[in-house]
């Protein structure tokens, strides 16, 4: 999908962002997968089953549904699952089609290309349908890169080590509001803090301070937007004694202050 024109891609009425009802599961489809299906979670836990192959669905979970594909999914009713899902088909030739299944690294790029998508539909923007072909390749030449440079990466990387640190790196995303240091994360490592920054900025593309700050920002976006909670309620669940400092952090990282987002 790297080469494909952008006009080959066919989008189809069959896309959202949904906030999954304690019940939701995603039952067995009489046919397989019609089209292609962008899948991707924001929040909460759960299992998906793919052509009979299982896996666990947490916060930066990605999915690329081909047709043909079979899938059942269930969630925790008690961390239900927040979701974005994109039907598309291409016209032509496909060459360098993503992967199924990955966790998203560079997440905050990814999920502002996701919010663009479903925006553009929300009302009758003009051009929406071209800058959505524009942004759906940018989402596949999104996962594609990811996948390059993680190969590039395990050329020179022990598999050991990478499971080690995007382990500490799924830590963070899972627990924002602790007090993090390069230190604390080091140590659960079982690294020291030099060969841990110098192998985790390696590996996930970030300083572990500033994947540790991303990852705050991230979860007080969703928590102002979706959750319903005032910015200082935000800002003491994730660990800031200092609003100033949150609104200050926040506004750098996301271009808002927080009340905007709420």
Excluded at 46 to 61: A, D, E, I, R, Y
Excluded at 65 to 92: M, S
Aim: proline share 5%; hydrophobic share 35%; charged share 20%.
């Amino acid at each position: 999908m790297l080469h494909l024109s952008p006009d080959l891609y066919e989008l189809k009425p069959g896309f959202a962002t949904i906030h999954c009802e304690p019940g939701w599961q995603w039952r067995k489809r009489d046919f397989p997968m019609p089209d292609y299906d962008l899948f991707y979670v924001w929040g909460g836990e759960g299992v998906l089953t793919l052509n009979g192959k299982q896996f666990n669905l947490q916060p930066q979970s990605c999915f690329l549904f081909r047709p043909g594909d079979e899938t059942t999914a269930t969630h925790n009713p008690q961390k239900p699952l927040t979701l974005t899902y994109i039907h598309f088909d291409v016209n032509g030739s496909v060459k360098l089609i993503p992967q199924p299944h990955r966790i998203v690294k560079d997440f905050i790029s990814f999920e502002s290309l996701l919010t663009r998508y479903v925006r553009l539909f929300l009302i009758n923007t003009f051009g929406a349908e071209i800058e959505a072909k524009l942004v759906l390749k940018q989402l596949m030449i999104h996962l594609l890169r990811e996948e390059q440079e993680k190969e590039v990466k395990t050329a020179n990387v022990s598999f050991n080590l990478i499971e080690t640190i995007e382990e500490i790196a799924n830590f963070v995303q899972q627990h924002p509001g602790q007090q993090h240091t390069v230190e604390s994360l080091a140590a659960r490592a079982n690294l020291s803090p030099k060969y841990f920054s110098q192998k985790f900025k390696e590996i996930i593309g970030q300083t572990v301070r500033t994947y540790i700050v991303h990852s705050r920002i991230k979860r007080a976006e969703h928590l102002l937007h979706f959750a319903g909670m005032t910015v200082t309620e935000a800002a003491e669940a994730l660990g800031y004694n200092d609003l100033h400092f949150f609104s200050r952090q926040f506004k750098q990282y996301t271009g808002k202050n927080p009340s905007e987002v709420r």
